[in-house]
């Protein structure tokens, strides 16, 4: 039971390319979600989902998208990175049988453009 | 809408020492609390939640949290810190399937 995996651990990026960040879990849970992390700022909400299908916006989902094909994937995509970007990516789930719903967080992805 | 302040942006505490984070929310309701911890380079941790019943709550690594209507607070604790408790420590509430942080609590504790 590996729990929440993110890959990759670090990724440098040029302005305007693009990446994917991948994220699974194994848990069989519903609910997903994408934060980013800042020095001094915690964590803001970039999407979610609550199943396989449904995506929804969180805080800060502008220059990002996602998808949701099974339970297990949630990978986000930067389409044009920008340095303002540059960040701590944490992934995390959560059970929707068990109000109100603890999350469980993968161990990251730093991701610094240039 | 729902929110956490976290009045602390660093503590240093000596070995042994107790220790106190505060938490402050904002909410109309009851509101569903959290405790986190992130050690360095890694994700987060949940230390302890309160959504009902008794007050006072306990976790794991030996913290505890209190969670105080009148103050609007839920203040985590620990009464003997230890080296390995040296982290970053996020007060969040629940909302609508959502998770709120505050901005997080650095600890350093020193020998």
């Known amino acids: 039971n590996a729990g929440v995996t993110q890959t990759p651990k670090f990724r440098i990026l040029k302005i305007g390319q693009s990446m994917t960040l991948q994220c699974t879990q194994d848990?069989?849970?519903?609910?997903m979600y994408w934060y980013r992390q800042d020095p001094g700022m915690g964590l803001k909400l970039i999407y979610y989902?609550?199943?396989?299908?449904?995506?929804d916006k969180g805080e800060v989902p502008n220059g990002y998208n996602v998808s949701r094909s099974t339970t297990e994937d949630f990978p986000l995509r930067l389409e044009l990175a920008a340095p303002s970007q540059t960040s701590v990516y944490f992934c995390a789930s959560s059970p929707s049988d068990r109000f109100p719903y603890e999350q469980y967080f993968g161990p990251g992805t730093r991701l610094t453009v240039t | 809408a729902q929110s956490v302040t976290q009045p602390d942006i660093h503590i240093t505490v000596s070995e042994g020492a107790s220790l106190e984070l505060r938490c402050n929310y904002s909410?109309?309701?009851?509101?569903?609390l959290f405790w986190y911890v992130q050690s360095p380079g890694q994700g987060l941790q949940l230390l302890l939640k309160?959504?009902?019943?008794?007050?006072l709550v306990q976790g794991i690594k030996g913290f505890e949290a209190e969670f105080k209507r009148s103050q609007s607070s839920f203040n985590l604790r620990k009464p003997s810190v230890h080296w390995s408790d040296a982290a970053e420590y996020f007060c969040a509430v629940f909302n609508d399937y959502k998770l709120s942080f505050g901005a997080g609590t650095t600890v350093t504790v020193r020998a």
């Open positions: 909410y109309g309701a009851t509101p569903y």
């Open positions: 848990m069989n849970h519903n609910y």
């Open positions: 989902s609550v199943g396989a299908g449904i995506t």
């Open positions: 309160y959504f009902s019943g008794d007050t």
